[in-house]
C-alpha cells in the first residue's frame, strides 16, 4: 500500500519536493536566502501564505537558537512541521469506527471534483468490512447525477432511495434514513447536489436537508464530508472556507491527489481550516479512496 501511495503521489515529490532537494544540494551553510526560497517553493506547491510563514518562521527561529545546522537536519525538521499540521488538525475518531447505526455521512462540494464517485468508493470501503450501505440520491437538481448513483448502485449491489427529478431533497433524505432504519442498514451516504459555494439559497438547502435529517434521526448527520479537488489549488481552500461557514464540516476528502504536483493543498487546509483530511483519493479504482494517514503520506512524499 505504501508503495502504491508514493507511485500515485509522485507528481508532487517530483515537484515541489524536488525542488526542495535541489536547493539543498551542495549548501552547508542555512542562510537567510535559503529559507526565503525554500518559502517561494512551498507557496508555489499550494501550501498557502500563512501556512507557509508558520513552518518557515519556526525555522527561523531553530536556526537562530543553533538548533539545526545541517541541510539535513533542515530537511528532516521541515518534513517533522508538515506533519505536525496534519497531526494538529486530526479527529479523535477515524469515520470507521463510529458505532452508530446508522451511520449518517452527508457528502457535499461543488460540481466536477468528485464527488459521486467518491460516495461509490466510501460505499465500496464499508462494504468491505462487511456492512450494509444505503445511498441516498439528494441530488435532484440533474437527472443525471440521480441515474449516475442508481448505476453505482447496481454495481456495488446496495439500494438506492430516490424520487423524481426535480423532488425536494430534503423529503429524498427523510425518505432515505426512514429506509435505512426499517432495513437495519448499517451505513447512510446521502448526495447533494454540486453546489456553487457563491449561490446562498442553495447552501439553505444543505441546511434544511441537515434539520430534516436530524429531526428523524437525532445526532445525524453524525459525518459532513466536504469533497475537494487537490488539482484546483487554493481555490478548494476557498470552497472550503465557504462551506464551513454554511454547514458543520466534520471531514475534508481531498480526490486526485495523483493528477497534482502541487501537493502542499493538503497542509494548506488542514491547517487553515482546522478540519481533518479523512480521505484522499489517489487513482481511478475502489481502493485509490484510502483513509489519510498522516505519517504514511508524508513519507512517501519525502521518500526519493
Known amino acids: ?19 526542495l532537494d535541489e536547493l539543498f544540494t551542495g549548501r552547508k ?10 518559502e517561494e517553493i512551498l507557496v508555489m506547491a499550494d501550501m498557502g501564505i500563512s501556512t507557509v510563514e508558520q513552518i518557515t518562521s519556526r525555522l527561523q527561529g531553530e536556526v537562530g537558537r543553533g538548533e539545526l545546522s545541517s541541510m539535513e537536519a533542515l530537511k528532516t525538521r521541515l518534513k517533522e ?18 458505532e452508530e447505526k446508522p451511520l449518517v455521512i452527508l457528502v457535499v462540494g461543488v460540481n466536477g471534483v468528485g464527488k459521486t464517485t467518491t460516495i461509490a468508493k466510501l460505499a465500496w470501503r464499508f462494504k468491505q468490512e462487511g456492512k450494509k450501505v444505503m445511498l441516498v440520491a439528494a441530488d435532484t437538481f440533474r437527472a443525471a447525477a440521480v441515474e449516475q448513483l442508481e448505476k453505482w448502485g447496481d ?11 426535480g423532488a425536494d431533497p430534503s423529503a429524498v433524505a427523510y425518505d432515505g434514513i ?15 447536489a454540486g453546489r ?34 487537490s488539482t484546483t489549488g487554493q481555490n478548494a481552500l476557498s470552497q472550503a472556507k ?5 454547514t458543520d464540516v466534520t471531514g475534508i476528502v ?51
Open 29 to 38: 551553510e542555512i542562510s537567510p536566502e535559503l529559507l526565503e526560497d525554500i
Open 1 to 19: 500500500m505504501f508503495t502504491r501511495l508514493k507511485k500515485k503521489i509522485a507528481g508532487s515529490r517530483n515537484g515541489f519536493i524536488r525542488q
Open 155 to 165: 454495481m456495488l449491489a446496495v439500494d438506492v432511495i430516490r424520487q423524481e427529478s
Open 254 to 304: 481531498l480526490t486526485k491527489l495523483d493528477g497534482t504536483a502541487k501537493g502542499g493543498i493538503v497542509a494548506s487546509i488542514a491547517h487553515e481550516m482546522k478540519i481533518p483530511v479523512k480521505y484522499i483519493g489517489i487513482g481511478e479504482h475502489m481502493e485509490d479512496l484510502r483513509p489519510f494517514d498522516p505519517d504514511q503520506f508524508i513519507d512517501a512524499l519525502f521518500d526519493q
Open 178 to 192: 426512514e429506509a435505512a432504519i426499517a432495513k437495519g442498514v448499517d451505513v447512510v451516504i446521502i448526495d447533494t
Open 81 to 98: 512541521q508538515i506533519k505536525a499540521i496534519f497531526i494538529e488538525s486530526a479527529g479523535a475518531q477515524k469515520v470507521e469506527d463510529r
Open 242 to 246: 465557504t462551506f464551513c461557514e454554511a
Open 196 to 229: 456553487l459555494h457563491t449561490q446562498v439559497n442553495l447552501m439553505k438547502e444543505l441546511e434544511k436537508i441537515r434539520r430534516v435529517i436530524g429531526k428523524k434521526l437525532p445526532g445525524a448527520p453524525h459525518e459532513t464530508m466536504l469533497v475537494l479537488d
